[in-house]
């Protein structure tokens, strides 16, 4: 079976959950390679086996290169495995066993490795993984790479997904749009949301600003909108600083938003003052939807 007939298999089982993003109605698996809503709206596999259902054009920073360097960071360094670790616990602890399946969203999966590590790390088989993010870069990446997730280019504020379809929502050091998870999450379902503390990547950040970064980085708006719409049950401090050796230092300084403006010899020169450790400081919050809300798209 060919990538794309793989995934189309996958998708098929699934069809229900899904949600025409130009007029919201349901949607068919039509000819064995596209989704169509009713309104003959019509989106096709791609070759790699993913979904491209973006409705409007984007302009993305992030690249190819970003994308594997995050991969090599996350699949190769184990930089992030206790994030995953605690994750996947969460998710084993919070599991609702009358369900016969549990749909996971990563909303603003990137290239798909948290997901796929997070997956690994559940032991269990019911649980079916759903990738999307805004960059058909990333997402092509994911579908060649892993083959259990269905994956998909498009807008998490507009998320081609049904009515309290998800049990769980991860999102990961990626943008949110809470009206939006609350609408696509069922009641009670689980939001997962890692974001940075202040003293994430430290030491990259002092190596690109040449001193100490004096603007650090707070988290606290984050939280309290995270509250704002979700039931706060409980929240992980992932915080750590561990050795980096220089293809992971290479890699790290490629993979952040921090390198979009950098010329290739500032990053030469980060590089070549071989920061030797590197500290990972996050918060995993994880939410309650109390909200009962349907029908209601963000925009
Ligand atoms: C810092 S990256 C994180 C990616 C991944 N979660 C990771 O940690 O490797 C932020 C991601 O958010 C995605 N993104 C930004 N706006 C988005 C939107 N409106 N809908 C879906 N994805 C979006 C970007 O394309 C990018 O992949
Ligand atoms: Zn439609």
């Known amino acids: 079976m060919t990538n794309k007939e793989k995934s189309a298999e996958l998708v098929s089982k699934y069809v229900h959950i899904f949600s025409c993003p130009l007029c919201n109605s349901p949607m068919i698996f039509a000819n064995l390679k596209s989704l ?3 309104n003959n709206h019509t989106f096709d596999f791609a070759k790699q086996g993913y979904v491209n259902m973006m409705t409007r054009s984007t302009n993305s920073h992030y690249d190819k290169k970003i994308f594997e360097a995050r991969n090599r960071i996350i699949m190769e360094s184990g930089l992030y495995i206790l ?7 969460v998710i084993d602890e919070n599991m609702n066993a009358s369900n016969d399946k549990i ?16 997956l690994d790390e559940c032991k269990n088989e019911i649980i079916a993984g759903i990738g999307l993010d805004i960059s058909k870069e990333g997402i092509r990446m994911a579908a060649r790479n892993y083959k259990k ?16 379809s998800c049990h769980i929502i991860l999102n990961i050091l990626s943008p ?3 009206k939006e998870f609350q609408r696509i999450s069922v009641p009670n379902g689980l939001i997962i949301k890692v974001v940075p503390r202040s003293n994430y990547l430290k030491e990259l950040r002092e190596a690109r600003f040449d001193e100490k970064d004096k603007t650090s980085y707070k988290n606290d708006e984050t939280v309290s909108l995270f509250k704002q719409h979700f039931h706060l049950m409980d ?4 915080s750590y600083t561990r050795g980096l050796n220089e293809k ?16 290739k010899d500032d990053m030469e020169q980060i590089i070549n003052r071989g920061i030797s450790r590197i500290t990972i400081d996050l918060d995993i919050l994880v939410g309650i939807n ?7 798209r963000p925009n």
């Open 36 to 38: 169509v809503c009713s």
């Open 83 to 89: 994030l995953h670790e605690k994750i996947s616990e």
């Open 103 to 118: 749909m996971i969203l990563d909303a603003g999966c990137g290239e798909g490795s948290h997901l796929q590590r997070i």
């Open 149 to 164: 997730s269905i994956w998909l280019v498009g807008d998490l504020a507009n998320s081609p997904l049904q009515d309290q």
């Open 176 to 178: 949110a749009n809470y």
């Open 235 to 238: 929240t992980f401090e992932i």
């Open 248 to 263: 992971d230092l290479t890699n790290l300084t490629q993979m952040s938003p921090l390198s979009w403006n950098m010329s």
């Open 290 to 296: 109390k909200s009962n809300k349907t029908n209601e």
